[in-house]
């Protein structure tokens, strides 16, 4: 039997997450976990809302009573208030968490406080307004409270009551004992998980994870990119081994987003008389999301220059590479009189040596993936992978078997050939020294005008034009 006495209010909210299809929302349950370092939230949700798979991390967790030990996904989703928007990193986990609801409390505040009206209506009241049935979906960490918290005045202390009231951009959330009279109509839904907590491995970036009768396993905490890509698999394997049927219709394999990708670039899609093809990159709803990222790009802009100067076959390599972009116009330094586009954002680069080529040694890559802080989107979040469109395999083969001769063909540098319009180049900016070489070259800043390494669709891109091309 449970005892009723030990009742505690935990702070709650009602946190409404960017909905599957990114035309409104998802109202989730939400539990502040003040002593958290982690978010979390629960795999069933995730069929209801949009987000962005991040990857995977083997974890040992530890719950009350129990410890678990297992490789968790990670996600990252999106909401917002009036006052800012959010894109927070979350575990998933399998199960609705332990929440005790408690009805009555707008009413017991009216009889038993002095708070005004307008706050007893700010109040949350986690039983109301969700769109799931269950317990708790979305576990939010003390540092993600810090953000959605008003400045100031935002903590009310009711001692009488034994309440406390914090106020978020979400609603006043309540935490401390429930009144005795409400205790009746105090209840759990679906207590079959409690609130984890992330702790440390005993052996530094090794953590164990199985065990069987013939060995144990052993791998790094920051997966490897062979580690990451066979978890892929086994997701995608697993899709396989759920459908009823495939091959049957052309839904068996286009997702939504890869749908959205092909339509974008056939209507933006340009070919000029000269026969160059100008193509608009196919963002989607998280592009208001994207911050400039200037501040960081600038930093490892430094950072590259320095390299350049004290490895000077590198630096060689990497500025040579860079003067061949800016005299085969696929890059354009930004000046006063630039267009400037509704977005600005800054990419950091890098060179990335090639040793077995024989006619690029150097290629200059853009990190797609860099974003200011771990609570922001990067520029490859912000796109559309688009779906796979490299030549069918089993057309290929039947291809080579109808002709007498077969011949293949290379394109040099195939995604510069491309030209990004004019509307998208400011996502593309980034810094580079007026001279590598010289310690006291100044910045200045650049942006590609031609599709390039580094962006999460340029595959895509490239794919679609060589099949119109075809």
Not at 334 to 342: A, E, N, Q, R
Not at 370 to 387: C, E, F, H, I
Request: charge should be neutral; hydrophobic fraction near 35%.
């Amino acid at each position: 039997m449970q005892d009723l006495e030990n009742y505690a209010f935990s702070p709650s909210l009602v946190i409404p997450l960017k909905n599957r299809k990114g035309d409104g929302v998802f109202r989730v349950r939400t539990l502040i976990d003040g002593g958290s370092g982690s978010c979390w939230i629960t795999k069933a949700i995730l069929s209801k809302i949009n987000y962005t798979l991040i990857g995977h991390k083997q974890l040992r967790v530890r719950t009350f009573g129990k410890e678990v030990v297992g490789r968790y996904k990670i996600v990252q989703i999106y909401f917002e208030s009036a006052h800012a928007k959010y894109a927070v990193r979350c575990y998933v986990i399998e199960n609705f968490l332990k929440h005790i609801l408690v009805k009555g409390l707008e009413d017991y505040l009216r009889q038993n406080t002095e708070l005004s009206e307008e706050v007893i209506r700010r109040v949350v009241d986690p039983t109301k307004g969700v769109d799931h049935e269950e317990g708790t979906g979305l576990v939010l960490s003390h540092e993600e409270l810090s953000l959605i918290t008003k400045e100031k005045g935002s903590r009310l202390c009711l001692p009488e009551q034994q309440l406390i009231l914090d106020d978020t951009y979400f609603g006043i959330t309540v935490s401390g004992k429930v009144p005795n009279s409400l205790l009746k109509d105090a209840h759990i839904r679906q207590a079959n998980w409690v609130v984890p907590e992330i702790i440390e491995s005993d052996v530094t970036k090794e953590i164990w994870i199985y065990q069987s009768h013939i060995q144990e396993e052993i791998e790094t905490t920051d997966e490897c990119e062979d580690c990451s890509k066979r978890h892929m698999l086994e997701d995608q394997l697993k899709i396989l081994a759920d459908k009823e049927h495939l091959g049957i219709t052309k839904s068996e394999w286009q997702h939504v987003d890869d749908v959205a990708a092909l339509e974008h670039y056939k209507s933006t899609m340009k070919r000029h008389k000269n026969g160059q093809f100008e193509v608009r990159l196919p963002t989607n709803e998280m592009i208001d999301l994207l911050k400039t990222n200037e501040k960081q790009a600038k930093a490892k802009a430094y950072k590259e220059h320095n390299k350049c100067l004290t490895n000077k076959e590198y630096g060689i390599g990497s500025s040579n590479e860079m003067l061949k972009l800016r005299k085969e116009d696929y890059v354009e330094k930004v000046t006063t009189d630039t267009p400037v586009g509704k977005k600005t954002h800054y990419l950091s680069h890098r060179a990335v040596e090639k040793k077995t080529s024989k006619t690029t040694k150097y290629r200059v890559v853009m990190d797609g993936s860099a974003r200011p802080s771990k609570y922001d989107v990067s520029l490859n979040q912000t796109l559309r992978k688009g779906p796979n469109l490299i030549t069918n395999l089993c057309k290929c083969i039947l291809q080579f078997m109808i002709g007498i001769f077969a011949c293949t063909a290379d394109i040099e540098k195939a995604f510069l050939r491309i030209i990004i319009a004019q509307e998208d180049r400011d996502l593309l900016r980034f810094f580079l020294p007026t001279n590598p070489l010289d310690p006291n070259s100044p910045m200045e800043i650049w942006r590609y005008k031609a599709l390039l390494f580094g962006a999460i669709s340029s595959p895509f891109i490239l794919a679609a034009v060589l099949d119109n091309v075809s």
